[in-house]
């Protein structure tokens, strides 16, 4: 039996916002499907990029979002690098992440590295063990970083909180 | 004139592998390189996770870190390709975009800081083989290795290379010349530019698919007959030192400073290797 042949509207929309998130370039794509070939998550994976081009390109947001391929780029910028059209493909996947992100996706293990940085200003935890390791190495048990200054961690708070980003992973 | 710069620690090299610190501070000392740290620094905040989650709040926290250097007036250095590519990309970014720039501004604000868009950022090999040069780096290895080494680069060191603009990404050279000042020779293996697979969210979200990555790059590296993996690269440091656990393998991982560190006299305990997982005979 023929499959059967599903009509679809592209949602113009959403390649504007994906546009407003910083992946603009996503409309240069001719879909060669280089980058889909030169992608080493997809050689294990179903993520497809040059799929995920596509649809942001049409806004079919299922294809997008649905299942974990868009979280599966490393971000090794092979696909970018070797673009005919120099599409840059990671920011197309950022902003589309972002999206997500905003929309109320995101995985457990990502929300507490974003919460480290809420809570320390750095992406992974501190705490004795690492103080010990540092003072062996005859290094300051704490590093000179917002680690050591309880201004400079609220100034990051602050700029945390005026973008939004504490409530994200809140 | 002694080179200075302000050092950039980032998170993993600082909390999981103070090792690296140690041994970028001593061998930055021995090739007379001055590095001031740079004070109340947060996380980049990295590329691959952050970036993906928020690239407004990405950016805003980068930019408080490339104002910090910039009130200093110096250029920024690092040891980690995740920190490099997340402080090259935003300070590329405010400096080419007069309207992002304002806008982040106007973030910055709120902590009483002010982003002019001058900062610059390198990585430690690029200065390395730039500013420091490789016949003067010679002259500082006093106890010259022969090991057979896999050039690890890493992702973000050279890639994007329309504006890191350093090497070719398919072919580059930079690395595997820095490690032949040591005596040590990089040997050619297979899909060398490989992902190590921790980047992009993946080794925490997706450690399974990491893992593949990982695996196939020490395929490739025991193929190539390397015995130690050289990288650039806390993170790819990480992901091949924690990684090799229970993989059959057991290449010991150095970062190219503690490389270094060896091919001028220096011993284990000041090069840190007591954090490896992998053990490090040498």
Redesign the interface.
Known sequence: MPEEIVMVTPDKSFVDLVAE??GEGVKMCFQCGTCTASC??GR??AYRTRKTMRAAQMGFRDIAFSG?DL????????C??RCPR?V?I?DV???M??IA??EGK??D??R???QN?VEI??????GDK?KK??A????DEV????L??K???D??K???A????DK??G | MAKKYAFF?G??A???Y??L??STRVVCKALGIELV?L?????C?????????????WL??AA?NLALAEKEGLEILTICNGCY?SLFDAAHELAEDKELLKEVNG??K??G?EYKGTTKVRHFAEVLYKDVGIEAIKKKITKPVDYKVAAFYG??FL????IKGLDN??NPHILEDLIAATGAEAMPRAQA???C??????R???PD??M??TK?NLENIKESGAKYIVDICPFCHLQFDIGQKDSGYSFPVLHLSQLYGVAMGMDA??L?F??HQTPVKL
């Open positions: 998130y910083g080493p998550s294990n994976t974990d979280w599966q780029c490393t971000t090794c910028y092979t970018q690098e120099d840059p990671v996947v950022v902003a992440r972002n992100v905003a995101m995985y293990p990502h507490k590295t974003g940085l200003g750095h992406s992974v935890s501190f690492q390791m540092r062996d190495m005859g290094l590093p000179p970083t917002v050591a200054n201004k400079a961690m100034d990051l602050k700029i945390l005026a973008t939004g980003f994200l992973v | 620690l998170c993993i600082p909390l999981r103070p090792g610190e140690k740290d004070k109340d620094a947060s996380c905040p990295a590329p691959g996770v952050i970036r993906s989650f928020s690239k407004k709040t805003a926290a408080r590519g973030v910055l709120e902590i800081m992702c973000h890639k994007p290379s329309g990404p398919e530019s490989l992902c697979g921790a980047g992009g969210g993946l925490a979200a997706f698919n990491a593949k990555l196939t305990k000041e840190g007591s954090a």
